[in-house]
């Protein structure tokens, strides 16, 4: 099944690359029916401490703490968009980032080809953004909203950005509203660093949503489904706690063997959220519930508020956002010998399977200067607070050793041309 999944997804591609050519070389002839455009953030950010390390989300591999660092925040993306005709559109987005894996196969966030056979119905085949959360379409454009990143709390436990597959989309005239149903399926491969290594994740993948749009208003429902085919990079682990020859020093470690698979298992994520914009003051808020069956991405409630003002060239701002996990602790029994090896495996076991929860809050106070057309300066502080073993959003030398509460601060500028 893997490699029939490969293959069809090479041929996608190949498929993609080809009509992409031909809508390059279709808009050379129609000068008026192609478009390049770009957007890109240029950001830093520092804690208060050196005892984590602060991610924008999952998939980043460059943490910053008390020493300032620019990869959180910074990111550059360029898309491309041609009309065949005049219901046939083809779209790439690629953005240079700091992401886990593959730096050019997974920065390239988009490369579809869009069918509209009608003004209401849409219906793209290729690599497609995941569409379940209000910020979908604009994730990375840090231009598209007024906070430095994408609240913490709700957007940073979301590995899976994109998906090569279909979607299908019917919008409906309620009145002077408006109702979209979406459909959406295919196939996950998304990266992301962990403490046991690099983890790539493939999943098929399936979902469904609904936006209302309604004068200011904007309502989003949404939800994904994802069935893990593949495993963490914890097969050593694995193969050491079922080698017989352990059970005679440490009998119980064989018992937490299935603990330590994420294979074959099912992710259900869930979300509503709701967004107000009438020129002058604008608020957001979603709320999200992940639910799985492994003991690496766990079950957690997420949500945030933010609410802004504008004032001439000026938008202030206050975000609060809260995210908790419902796992409980797994019991590490000790080995018959205390042994530096034994014990050293009692460790690792623990590290594995009881430090990925998710218990921590944040306030935020920002401020966005648009002081230049299509440009924006943007500040922002954010307090957070910990529980134990809440930290599993953040990068850590040493599981467990948290602080109770740390500061971030950011500034940064972004930008569309």
Not at 285 to 308: K, P, Q, R
Not at 318 to 343: C, E, M, Q, T
Request: with cysteine; aromatic share 14%.
């Amino acid at each position: 099944m893997l490699a029939a999944m490969r293959l069809l997804r090479r041929l996608m591609c190949g498929l993609l690359l080809l009509v992409c050519f031909m809508a390059t070389a279709k808009a050379a002839e129609q000068s008026q029916r192609w478009s390049i455009k770009g957007f890109g953030s240029f950001g830093g950010a520092g804690l208060d401490t050196k005892r984590i390390g602060f991610l924008r989300n999952r998939t980043q591999t460059q943490a910053v703490d008390n020493s300032w660092g620019v990869t959180t925040d910074s990111r550059l993306g360029v898309q491309f968009d041609g009309d065949m005709t005049d219901s046939l559109h083809a779209t790439v987005q690629w953005i240079a980032r700091d992401h886990a894996g593959d730096f050019f196969e997974q920065n390239l966030e988009w490369a579809f080809v869009r069918w509209q056979p009608r003004d209401d119905v849409n219906i793209r085949i290729g690599r497609l953004g995941l569409d379940t959360f209000l910020l979908s379409d604009y994730r990375e454009v840090g231009y598209a909203y007024p906070w430095m990143r994408p609240p913490h709390e709700f957007y940073a436990n979301i590995p899976v950005s994109h998906f090569d597959g279909i979607d299908f989309a019917q919008k409906f005239a309620i009145d002077n509203d408006f109702l979209t149903l979406k459909f959406q399926a295919g196939y996950s491969t998304s990266q992301m660093q962990t403490g046991l290594g690099l983890f790539t994740i493939k999943a098929p993948t399936a979902g469904v949503n609904l936006v209302y749009e309604v004068a200011d208003w904007r309502v989003r429902a949404g939800y994904s489904y994802l069935h893990f085919l593949s495993d963490v990079p914890a097969q050593d682990l694995i193969n050491t706690v079922n080698d017989p020859a352990l059970a005679s020093v440490y009998s119980g470690a064989a018992g937490l063997s299935s603990a330590l698979s994420l294979k074959d298992t099912d992710l259900h994520f869930m979300a509503v959220g709701a967004a107000y914009d009438d020129g002058t003051w604008l608020a957001q808020a979603e709320a999200s519930y992940m639910a799985t069956d492994n003991a690496y991405v766990v079950d957690a409630a997420s949500a945030y508020l933010s609410v802004g003002r504008r004032i001439s060239e000026f938008t202030v701002y206050g975000l609060y956002g809260l995210s908790f996990s419902f796992n409980d602790r797994v019991d590490i029994p000790a080995p018959s010998l205390p042994a530096p090896p034994l014990l050293g495996l009692q460790k690792g076991l623990d590290r594995a399977l009881n430090y990925n929860s998710i218990a921590q809050q944040s306030f935020s106070l920002g401020v966005r200067w648009d002081f230049y057309a299509n440009i924006a300066f943007k500040a922002q502080w954010t307090h957070f607070w910990f529980c134990e073993r809440g930290a599993a959003l953040w990068a850590q030398d040493e599981p467990g050793n948290i602080p109770d509460q740390v500061n971030l601060w950011s500034l940064g500028v972004d930008f569309v041309f």
